[in-house]
């Protein structure tokens, strides 16, 4: 049986996350309330973001960046797009 969530990016109940994405709290918080959709789409532009944007993940800037760029995705706000990218 899969484990179901109110998505907050989707507003609705989707399949939920096997895991903990991330260790402590916020990864309590995003297993919660975070569809396995949506975490997935999050990976995907998170890549997106760190090749177009050349991000150093070594760089706590860079890396905090990621960090308000996920909230924003996962929360349906205005997030930044790769620059350049063209969606299919």
Known sequence: MTRTVHCRKYNKEM???????????KGTELF?????QAWQEWLQHQTMLIN????????????????EQMEKFLSGADY????????K
């Open 15 to 25: 399949e939920g996350l096997a895991v903990p994405p991330l260790p402590g709290a």
């Open 32 to 36: 919660n309330n975070v569809s396995k």
């Open 52 to 67: 177009e944007k050349q991000l150093n993940l070594m760089d706590l800037t860079a890396r905090a960046y990621l960090t």
């Open 80 to 87: 930044d797009q790769a620059d350049g990218y063209v969606p």
